[in-house]
C-alpha cells in the first residue's frame, strides 16, 4: 500500500486542508472542518503522532485491511507508526487531538501518558460513549484548547498534560464500564481463549512449534494483544501471560511427577529452547527448581 508519512503537526493539518497550527506539538481538531474533497478513496497515510478522536461517520473508516463503520459515535486511539485510510467519509462530526511524541517524552508525565494500552488497541476495539461520557471528555477537551490558543507560559506544558491525563483517566474508567456492560461477550471471549490455551497445551510435545505468546493467542481472536490481556485482566484477575505461564507450569509439573524425563527434555518439550529459562521460569512460579520439585513429590 502507497501512503504518506505524517511526521509533524504542520505537515499533518496541511495534509487536511486544515487551518495552521497554533502549537507546534500539538492540535486539536474538529473534524467537520477538515477538507476531503482531494481525497480518492484508496488514499492513505502513515501517522507518527498519538491521537484521541471521537468520531461519528457516515461512511466507513480503514485501519489495515480491515472497514469499520462510526455511525455512532466512538473514540478510538492510536500510537505513532499507524497507517490510517479513512477512505470515503461522506459525512464526519467530532473532534480530534493529535499530539508529537516529543510533547509527551519531554517529562515524566508525558511518558506515563504513553502506557496507557488503549493507544495498542485495535479500531473495532474503539470506545462506545455516551452523551454524558462525552460531556465530561469534551470539558477536558476545551481546557486543552484554551491553553493551547493562549500565550504559552512556564505553565502551559503542565496544564495541558494534567487535562490530558484526566482526559484518559476517563477513559480507562469508561473501558472498564464497556467491558462491563459487555460481560456476554466478554466471557465468550474468556471461554475461547481457554479452549485455545488448553488446545495448545494438550500436544504431546511444543519441540516444533515452540511456546506461545500473547500475539497468538491475540490474532486467534481477532483481538490485539494489549485488549485481549486488559479483558482477561478484568474479567479472571490475571494477564494473558499469566494464563500462559500457569498452563506451562501445569504440564510441567506432570511431566516431572509421570515421567523420569531429564529435566532438559522436559524443558525442550515444553517449547523452551534453553533449559536454564525453563528452571528459571519455574522456581519463579512454584518456588522450587524442577529436580526439587520432583523429588518432593
Same mark, same amino acid.
Given at each position: 500500500?502507497? &501512503? ?14 486544515? /487551518? ?6 500539538? @492540535?486539536?481538531?474538529?473534524? =467537520? ?5 482531494? +481525497?480518492?478513496?484508496? =488514499?492513505?497515510?502513515? %501517522? ?12 466507513? !473508516?480503514? &485501519?489495515?485491511?480491515?472497514? &469499520?463503520?462510526?455511525? /455512532?459515535?466512538?473514540?478510538? !486511539? $492510536?500510537?505513532?507508526? #499507524? ?5 470515503? /467519509?461522506?459525512? *464526519?462530526?467530532?473532534? @480530534? ?43 477536558? %477537551? /476545551? ?17 495541558? %498534560? ?10 480507562? +474508567?469508561?473501558?472498564? +464500564?464497556?467491558?462491563?456492560?459487555? @460481560? ?10 481457554? +479452549?485455545?490455551?488448553?488446545?495448545? !497445551?494438550? #500436544? ?9 505468546? *500473547? ?5 486467534? %481472536? ?10 482477561? $485482566? ?30 532438559? =527434555? ?5 517449547? !523452551? ?12 512460579? $512454584? ?11
Amino acid at each position: 500500500m502507497e &501512503y504518506t508519512d505524517i511526521k509533524s503537526i504542520s505537515q499533518l493539518l496541511s495534509f487536511f486542508h486544515y /487551518e495552521k497550527p497554533v502549537h507546534p506539538l500539538i @492540535a486539536v481538531v474538529d473534524l =467537520a472542518k477538515v477538507d476531503r474533497s482531494h +481525497r480518492t478513496p484508496d =488514499a492513505a497515510y502513515r %501517522l507518527d503522532l498519538y491521537s484521541i478522536a471521537c468520531k461519528k461517520i457516515e461512511g466507513s !473508516f480503514k &485501519y489495515g485491511r480491515t472497514d &469499520y463503520d462510526f455511525n /455512532e459515535g466512538s473514540l478510538m !486511539f $492510536t500510537a505513532p507508526d #499507524q497507517v490510517l485510510s479513512p477512505g470515503i /467519509e461522506n459525512k *464526519v462530526e467530532g473532534w @480530534a487531538i493529535y499530539i508529537h511524541p516529543d510533547f509527551l517524552h519531554a517529562s515524566k508525565k508525558g511518558q506515563h501518558l504513553t502506557s496507557y494500552t488503549f493507544f495498542g488497541y485495535d479500531t473495532h476495539e474503539c470506545l462506545h460513549i455516551s452523551d454524558a461520557e462525552e460531556k465530561v471528555l469534551k470539558d477536558c %477537551l /476545551e481546557n486543552i484548547t484554551r491553553e493551547i490558543s493562549t500565550n504559552l507560559d512556564t505553565h502551559s506544558q503542565n496544564l495541558i %498534560l494534567t487535562n490530558l491525563e484526566l482526559m484518559l483517566s476517563y477513559c480507562s +474508567r469508561f473501558y472498564d +464500564r464497556q467491558f462491563l456492560t459487555r @460481560a456476554k461477550v466478554s466471557n465468550e471471549i474468556v471461554e475461547k481463549f481457554d +479452549r485455545i490455551l488448553n488446545d495448545y !497445551f494438550s #500436544q504431546e510435545t511444543l519441540i516444533e512449534i515452540g511456546l506461545p505468546d *500473547v500475539k497468538y493467542f491475540a490474532s486467534q %481472536l481477532n483481538l490485539s494483544p494489549n485488549y485481549l490481556t486488559d479483558l482477561l $485482566t478484568k474479567y479472571t484477575g490475571k494477564s494473558t501471560n499469566e494464563h500462559i505461564h500457569l498452563k506451562l507450569i501445569d504440564k510441567a509439573k506432570q511431566l516431572l511427577w509421570s515421567t523420569n524425563a531429564p529435566i532438559s =527434555a522436559i524443558a525442550y518439550d515444553l517449547g !523452551f529452547e534453553h533449559p536454564s529459562h525453563f528452571t528459571k521460569l519455574f522456581k519463579n512460579k $512454584t518456588g522450587h527448581a524442577p529436580k526439587m520439585y520432583r523429588n518432593l513429590n
